[in-house]
């Protein structure tokens, strides 16, 4: 029991309650693009160690290469999220901010797509 609210916590609650301003629509509360990067690379390392813990080495192998294609395909993000400056007291800085318009709206403007269909 003690293991699944740990995962629960991990897994859901921080990433709902901790994110980048520009990379949800909504933040509860705005931590800067380190913070994002640190919570995915938790949820990689602690989905390879409970595969290696917990499954067949076959299994666990499939875990670990999809790991490695997770990281790959975060780069472009992490990148993003790493461009972005954070000014001390949890806000962007205004070298961060495009001319006119909210923060969040300019970060979504200049966030790369991964996807076209993504706002």
Known sequence: MPLAVVSAVVLIALPTLFSTPGDKRTVIVAVPGHVTI???V?????????AWAAWHAAAAALVSVLAVVTVALELPRWRWLLSRRW??????????RSSGGSTAAALMISRPRICPDSP
């Open 42 to 50: 938790l949820h990689v390392v602690a989905a390879v160690a409970a």
């Open 87 to 96: 000014a001390s007291g949890g806000r962007l800085s205004d070298q961060s």
């Open 38 to 40: 640190a919570l995915v």
